[in-house]
């Protein structure tokens, strides 16, 4: 359909975004069919944002990786389906309604459980969708219909599928271990929600005398926490530490406990670090948790939940926070003569990611999974590579958690969440579950059953994603057709706690690998290289630059910026080349349309008929849409972005539309309906090739411009499920491609001439070509008019073996030289200064090339496609050496 929009207008994405994806719902187009079995089924999981999320930018680059390969895939003819949901966030979202209800005045402990939940639930309501309502906003062709969210029926139902399984398999288990514990929060977290943050504090050495020594002799231990020495166990040294060994066994006394405690020798202590011996306090750090468990030391646990000391401190030091009994020992060990020096010291503090508060390792009663019993097929599949990772070198950060994993602590002591489906028996303390709520005690029949308070770890449910949305434990049409997922497009950061989870549920509960390929989204950074952070203000908030740019240039500028599993260093500056760029296209579109904006048909492609440029233009069409593919196959989701922008901007505007112009400005030319025709057939692959990337333009213009005959269109009507171009040999014409190629090679070298000499665009000159090779002279005279056109030539002599003429400047390429007198346009001085620097500059860059094709080590190690573009490259620039010293010697001589 025709249409005025683009015409006579200038690109306004808010004009049309909104409208365009009201319509793709309307018309169903993001949504999978289960049961459509005439097409392959291809699947991508959205990582579920938190029900608490704003859309920040890192979402935004995401997504929109995401969203490119489900539309690519989509337009391929596979049944697509991306799968939208929400995690319930346990955590983030408790500590939203709590603040809601502190500012009432009331805790959640006054309101009770029941009714906390159900505050929670009205929150999720109100404010979970505002982060999906934001994605519709970047264009995200999500199936709709498929929204889901942790806590809803279906996924609750197979987190209490999977807990029972577990547990009847031996693997879950409630035992006494160190966590990370907020004490704010008054509750474990995993280890993704702890921040360390580097700081200056103080090192402080202070003595344990030896128990029953004449000589007054004692130990000096070192600590950054002296407050944590009330649950000191022993003393550490190494055993091989002569300073020391004639006191391994020995007894000290500890002064702030006023206890004694044993010296003991274990190889975790390092001789040369400080005094070489080591407190050891097994209930508040996870290096001497272990040192304790190996020598059977018991654990002492000196804190409270809120982190306050506890009654197995003395008296005087009970219900004083970490910080104040930090001063108050201090100030003990110095008045009695204890402290022997303290130092200025950088240490790392562990903060809590939702509270803000210190992280104190803790020992208590949990829920752990035994993963090292069920990991190893996740580890067998990243070694055979039937699991691959984009880029691989995240296979080895992969192995080497899953080979050292420990058991994963589940429980949270939150109210927000899946309650764990655990009920203890009142009268012989066992416990019962199932996948209905016990009535019974299974071990002794009672009834007095008491469900456990605490909610399982956020990822318990997350762990599941890839097939429990499609219905499992039910077997269903759609798990059947979506599971397992193809790709999973995530940050580095969650790998272990969501990637390698999900793998390692899937092949548990299915006994499938859940998704073949991983790709590692770059990291979001400033341009210093900074993550996008709150504390440093230095984020940008994507609705924002929609709102000034439109979702096209947010998406094109995130995915051009963003290198596989690298950083994207940006600002908001560069939100606007990707507009000026989408205005380029559009602006293409409007030229276009004033010359197809006839009542003649459009012709089909005739080979016969096309003229030199249009067939060099669809060759090098064809040659993009192989390389597209190409770069998508490999999720190089940036170099198929970049290899686009150049064929339309080099290619299609600079030279197929330039080129045409001299064509289309005659009404009467003969070659002028075959030159529309190729230009809209190009133009219509580039639509397309584009589309999953710049949906929205695409599909404005795609509705504005004519069907051309070549394509095929189906009978729906958007651009997002048309075919995909791929490579077509009908469209490929080597030699002529390169016939017109040394045409372009000449007139560009026009064109730099008259730069140089800062000749007027309007003034034409004349051009001597002088030829090695008398068989160019056919070539560059089917090129004639262009050359004439667009190097703004007057008058085009072909003279073999030519002297220079005078007053002139010279351009080289392949066979031939191109002399073009400039006369007075030229500063001589001006010019033979700028031709000093460019010497310098280029022969700079030609030595070094030179060097590396000399060095034997890289010519015998380097691929041989990286040898091959070195010597490109040498050859390039040692011909503009080469021309750059020619003309400044002819300039010389005057």
């Known amino acids: 359909m025709m249409s005025d929009s683009v015409r006579n207008s200038t690109y306004s994405p808010e004009k049309f975004e909104k409208k365009l994806y009201q319509y793709w719902l309307k018309g169903d187009w993001f949504c999978a069919d289960e049961t459509d079995t005439s097409k392959p089924n291809y699947t991508i999981l959205i990582p579920p944002p938190n029900v608490t999320n704003r859309l920040h930018m890192g979402h935004g680059l995401n997504m929109t990786i995401q969203d490119i390969l489900v539309r690519w895939k989509r337009m391929q003819g596979f049944n697509a389906c991306w799968l939208p949901g929400l995690d319930h966030a346990g955590i983030a979202t408790q500590m939203m309604v709590e603040k809601d209800l502190n500012a009432t005045g009331v805790t959640r402990q006054e309101l009770g459980r029941e009714a906390f939940f159900a505050r929670c639930v009205e929150w999720k309501e109100q404010y979970g969708n505002i982060i999906l309502d934001q994605l519709k906003q970047l264009g995200t062709s999500f199936d709709w219909k498929r929204e889901t969210y942790t806590m809803n029926e279906q996924l609750s139902k197979a987190v209490r599928k999977i807990f029972v399984d577990l547990y009847r398999d031996g693997l879950i288990y409630r035992g006494e271990r160190l966590v990370n514990w907020d004490p704010v929060l008054k509750t474990a977290i995993s280890d993704d929600e702890v921040e360390n943050k580097e700081q200056n504090g103080k090192l402080w050495y202070y ?84 040192v304790g468990k190996r020598h059977n030391f018991k654990m002492i646990n000196i804190f409270n939940e809120d982190a306050s000391l506890n009654e197995l401190c003395p008296t005087q030091y009970q219900g004083m926070s970490r910080l104040e009994a930090r001063k108050a020992v201090i100030k003990f060990l110095r008045e009695h003569n204890y402290l022997v020096k303290e130092e200025n010291h950088k240490n790392t503090l562990p903060i809590s990611e939702r509270s803000k508060e210190v992280v104190e390792p803790r020992l208590s009663y949990q829920w752990f999974l035994k993963m090292s019993e069920i990991v190893e097929p996740a580890i067998e599949a990243a070694k055979t590579d039937e699991l691959k990772f984009y880029p691989q070198t995240w296979k080895k950060t992969y192995l080497h958690w899953l080979e050292n994993i420990q058991d994963w602590c589940i429980s949270r002591q939150l109210w927000w969440g899946h309650r764990i489906p655990m009920w203890e028996c009142q009268d012989c303390q066992t416990y019962s579950t199932g996948e209905q709520d016990p009535s019974t005690c299974e071990n002794c029949g009672s009834t007095d059953l008491v469900q456990d308070s605490d909610v399982l770890d956020t990822w318990f449910s997350s762990w599941l994603w890839p097939f429990s949305p499609f219905g499992w434990p039910e077997q269903t049409q759609a798990l059947q057709a979506f599971f397992p997922s193809n790709v999973i497009v995530t940050g580095a950061e969650i790998i272990y706690l969501w990637v390698a989870r999900m793998i390692i549920a899937s092949y548990y ?61 940006m600002n908001k500056d560069d939100f606007e080349v990707g507009h000026r760029f989408i205005n380029k296209i559009w602006n293409a579109a409007k030229y276009l349309l004033h010359y197809l904006d006839e009542q003649e048909p459009l012709e089909k492609l005739d080979h016969a008929r096309l003229d030199p440029a249009s067939k060099w233009l669809l060759n090098s069409y064809v040659n993009t849409c192989t390389a597209v593919n190409n770069h998508l196959e490999k999720y190089q989701i940036n170099e198929a972005v970049d290899t686009l922008y150049h064929f339309v ?71 997002m499920v048309m075919d995909y171009p791929t490579y077509n040999p009908q469209w490929v014409f080597t030699q002529d491609a390169q016939e017109w190629s040394q045409i372009q090679s000449l007139i560009s070298g026009i064109r730099s001439v008259r730069t140089q000499a800062n000749v007027p665009p309007k003034e034409k000159l004349c051009a001597i070509v002088a030829l090695e090779d008398t068989g160019l002279t056919a070539v560059l005279q089917k090129g004639e008019a262009w050359i004439r056109s667009l190097a703004g030539i007057n008058d085009l002599k072909y003279q073999p073996g030519l002297s220079r003429p005078a007053q002139s400047l010279l351009t080289t390429g392949k066979g031939w030289t191109v002399y073009v007198p400039v006369g007075d346009y030229l500063d001589v001085e001006s010019e033979c200064k700028r031709l000093q620097g460019e010497k310098k500059r280029i022969a700079g860059i030609v030595m070094g090339l030179q060097k590396k094709l000399q060095n034997k080590q890289f010519m015998e190690r380097a691929p041989e496609q990286v040898i091959t573009t070195t010597q490109a490259q040498y050859d390039n620039m040692s011909g503009q050496l080469k021309t750059v010293e020619q003309n400044l010697a002819a300039l010389s001589e005057k």
């Open 207 to 290: 003595k344990f005398p030896v128990v029953g020594s004449m000589t007054d002799e004692h130990l000096v231990v070192a600590t950054t926490r002296p407050e944590t020495s009330f649950g000191d166990v022993c003393v550490a040294v190494h055993p091989e530490d002569t300073r020391y060994q004639h006191l391994i066994g020995k007894d000290l006394y500890h002064p702030l406990a006023e206890r004694e405690i044993p010296v003991i020798a274990d190889t975790y202590v390092k001789q040369e670090f400080g005094t070489g011996c080591v407190k050891i306090t097994p209930a508040h750090d996870f290096n001497d948790f272990e």
């Open 649 to 719: 901007w080099g290619a299609f505007c600079d030279w197929g539309l330039e080129s045409a112009k001299i064509v289309l400005t005659e009404t009467s030319h003969p070659d002028r309906a075959q030159v529309k025709s190729t230009l809209l057939y190009v133009f219509e692959g580039i639509l397309r090739l584009f589309s999953p990337v710049i949906p929205f333009v695409t599909e404005e213009l795609w509705h504005t411009i004519p069907r051309h005959p070549d394509w095929s269109f189906g009978t729906e009507q958007t651009l």
């Open 509 to 569: 509960t299915m006994g499938k690998l859940a998704f073949k390929d991983v790709y590692m989204n770059a990291i979001v950074c400033d341009k210093q290289g900074r993550k996008f952070s709150k504390t440093l203000g230095n984020g940008i908030d994507p609705i924002e630059m929609i709102d000034k740019y439109g979702a096209d240039a947010v998406r094109f500028t995130c995915v051009s910026l963003a290198p596989l599993g690298g950083r994207v260093r």
